[in-house]
């Protein structure tokens, strides 16, 4: 695999990661993840409770020391530098609305996927700004939105015994800096690429190929991933 380099001039280093609806499986493999890597992570929920619950068992779950903390949403969003949303689709919007003044200024990154289930399993749904992350610029005019993380494996991420996770993370947004910052922080879970991926506008099929990949992981009883050939 062709190395794609994160810039020199992108330092996360020291910098404090929260994730909003971190008691969820994918909010927790990521917090995981970054805190193994040597960060704080505050993992924020509607139930401060819930959340410091979540933190505790994932601290009490690792033979080495990590950092992660449990606090409501509003308080998490207040101290991460950095700010994942990985919330239910549905209270997506209201959530956000509800926090843009804690967010004001911050990086954010979202990776909300919009999705339906019926019978004939997983489906795009349609989202009148285009895109989970459109929405979310749409809502946090102060704010710098990015979007990543959609396709990765909360399993894999939860998994003590797997240390390289094989895939490639899409980062898409409109700053090249807040871009280049993101690709950084995917870059900390270790045999993960982060790649460029376009502006917001494109996040919609970003988004909606999550409906594929389960519907691969379900016929094929795995947990697929995405890897961009030829970089």
């Given at each position: 695999m062709t190395e794609v380099s994160t810039p020199e001039t992108t330092d996360i280093t020291g910098r404090t990661i929260s994730v909003l609806g971190g008691t969820g499986d994918q909010g927790r493999g990521l917090a995981r993840r970054f805190a193994l890597?040597?960060?704080?992570?505050?993992?924020?929920?509607?139930?401060?409770?819930?959340?410091?619950?979540?933190?505790?068992?994932?601290?009490?779950?690792?033979?080495?020391a990590i950092d992660v903390r449990g606090l409501d949403n509003a308080s998490a969003a207040a101290e991460g530098d950095i700010v994942i949303v990985a919330v239910p689709w549905d209270g997506h919007r209201e959530l956000l609305e509800s926090l843009a003044g804690p967010l004001a200024g911050k990086l954010v990154v979202d990776c909300v996927n919009p999705l339906g289930f019926d019978k004939r399993g997983p489906f795009a749904l349609d989202v009148p700004e285009g895109s989970a992350a459109e929405q979310a610029a749409a809502v946090l005019p102060d704010s710098t939105v990015t979007a990543a993380f959609h396709h990765v494996s909360a399993v894999i991420l939860l998994d003590p015994e797997v240390e390289t996770v094989d895939l490639d993370v899409l980062v898409l947004g409109e700053d090249r800096a807040a871009t280049d910052t993101v690709r950084a922080l995917a870059e900390l879970i270790p045999g993960v690429r982060g790649v460029f991926g376009g502006r917001l506008r494109n996040a919609h099929q970003v988004e909606a190929l999550t409906a594929n990949l389960i519907a691969v992981n379900r016929r094929y009883k795995t947990h697929a991933g995405i890897r961009i050939t030829g970089l």
């Open positions: 890597a040597g960060h704080t992570v505050y993992l924020g929920s509607r139930s401060a409770e819930r959340a410091e619950k979540a933190a505790r068992e994932l601290v009490e779950a690792e033979s080495a």
